[in-house]
T-cell receptor, first 113, second 114 residues
Framework: KQEVTQIPAALSVPEGENLVLNCSFT??????LQWFRQDPGKGLTSLLLIQSSQREQTSGRLNASLDKSSGRSTLYIAASQPGDSATYLCAVSEMDSSYKLIFGSGTRLLVRP | SQTIHQWPATLVQPVGSPLSLECTVE??????LYWYRQAAGRGLQLLFYSVGIGQISSEVPQNLSASRPQDRQFILSSKKLLLSDSGFYLC?????????????FGPGTRLTVL
């Protein structure tokens, strides 16, 4: 059974710092991996999607890497801003007909001005 | 462009009352549709998914049911709500017409059962 773990559970950093969020999964047979952002009381915003054949994806100040063989992904946020404060969720897509997502419990990020 | 709608945004219901949450997707056809629940202090859990009209798969045994009466409409229901049904319910759809098969989420419905 696939399990997704995110470390740390919470993170507080001063504005401008570069930071790394970690995600690990137990079964490397995944279709893809997505990183999401969730603001309090809101839905999920897709940030980056990495196919299982890819190593990384970049969007603006965000860079996500994937090492499928070791079951790890990292989300790198450069030059963090207070507006980056949110919960970041990692999810892997199962390789079956449902393509359902298995989520980690998230990292709650606070960027202090 | 594609958009996904959920309503209501918030709902407070007494224990034992019925439930109907609706999700509709615009701008695409024949999407995979999903219902997830996010309970307080817990991660997101898949409840149901559908690959087509009338085709529903349940992931966990529970007090809820789902239906897909139209291609882009997904409904979550219950005949009698339990306290444990409280949570944040999110509908999602999976892109078919792109290379990367990304999932997108609606704004969610906050359900409180008292």
């Amino acid at each position: 059974k696939q399990e997704v773990t995110q470390i740390p559970a919470a993170l507080s950093v001063p504005e401008g710092e570069n930071l790394v969020l970690n995600c690990s999964f137990t079964d490397s047979a995944i279709y893809n991996l997505q990183w999401f952002r969730q603001d309090p009381g809101k839905g999920l915003t897709s940030l980056l999607l990495i196919q299982s054949s890819q190593r990384e994806q970049t969007s603006g100040r965000l860079n996500a890497s994937l090492d499928k063989s070791s079951g790890r992904s990292t989300l790198y946020i450069a030059a963090s801003q207070p507006g980056d404060s949110a919960t970041y969720l990692c999810a892997v897509s199962e390789m079956d007909s449902s393509y359902k997502l298995i989520f980690g419990s998230g990292t709650r990020l606070l960027v202090r001005p | 462009s594609q958009t996904i709608h959920q309503w209501p945004a918030t709902l407070v219901q007494p224990v034992g009352s019925p439930l109907s949450l609706e999700c509709t997707v615009e701008g695409t056809s024949n999407p995979n549709l999903y219902w997830y629940r996010q309970a307080a202090g817990r991660g997101l859990q898949l409840l149901f998914y559908s690959v087509g009209i009338g085709q529903i798969s349940s992931e966990v045994p529970q007090n809820l049911s789902a239906s897909r009466p139209q291609d882009r409409q997904f409904i979550l229901s219950s005949k009698k709500l339990l306290l444990s049904d409280s949570g944040f319910y999110l509908c999602a759809w999976r892109v078919w017409d792109r290379e990367f098969n990304e999932q997108f989420f609606g704004p969610g419905t906050r359900l409180t059962v008292l």
